[in-house]
């Protein structure tokens, strides 16, 4: 788990496809019973995990545990979110989705924590 930013971003991007691709599923299946909920869930899990992955590429330190741990919650939280709303909209239980929720709240938090223990120095402009 060395490359922090890359695990990052190809989690974002398979979620991101497969959320686009679910979406267009639902609306052209199910027309107009669309949850409002579903798209913005997914939407917040893929992009934190770009963001985090451009965030750990630009701070360019070594990664300890506390930074693996974060990530892990993150992959673990959005994956989480995605199936359980996939879950949820097919009938089942919302409880995955809440797990996931839970979990990426955890993740914004480390982040949160991360970011203000070890602000980014400032690139020099020439």
């Given at each position: 788990?060395?490359?922090?930013?890359?695990?990052?971003?190809?989690?974002?991007?398979?979620?991101?496809?497969?959320?686009?691709?679910?979406?267009?599923?639902?609306?052209?299946?199910?027309?107009?019973?669309?949850?409002p909920t579903?798209?913005?869930?997914?939407?917040?899990?893929?992009?934190?995990?770009?963001?985090?992955?451009?965030?750990?590429?630009?701070?360019?330190?070594?990664?300890?545990?506390?930074?693996?741990?974060?990530?892990?919650?993150?992959?673990?939280?959005?994956?989480?979110?995605?199936?359980?709303?996939?879950?949820?909209?097919?009938?089942?239980?919302?409880?995955?989705?809440?797990?996931?929720?839970?979990?990426?709240?955890v993740a914004?938090?480390?982040?949160?924590?991360?970011?203000?223990?070890?602000?980014?120095?400032?690139?020099?402009?020439?």
């Amino acid at each position: 788990m060395n490359n922090l930013p890359r695990i990052c971003w190809t989690v974002s991007a398979c979620l991101a496809f497969i959320e686009a691709i679910w979406g267009l599923k639902t609306i052209l299946i199910e027309g107009s019973s669309i949850f409002p909920t579903y798209s913005y869930v997914n939407l917040l899990s893929w992009f934190s995990l770009a963001l985090y992955g451009t965030y750990y590429r630009i701070s360019r330190r070594h990664f300890d545990g506390i930074d693996k741990t974060q990530v892990l919650f993150a992959v673990l939280g959005a994956v989480a979110m995605a199936s359980g709303t996939v879950i949820d909209q097919v009938g089942g239980p919302h409880l995955p989705a809440l797990i996931g929720s839970a979990i990426t709240t955890v993740a914004i938090g480390l982040f949160a924590y991360i970011t203000l223990t070890r602000p980014l120095r400032l690139l020099a402009v020439s």
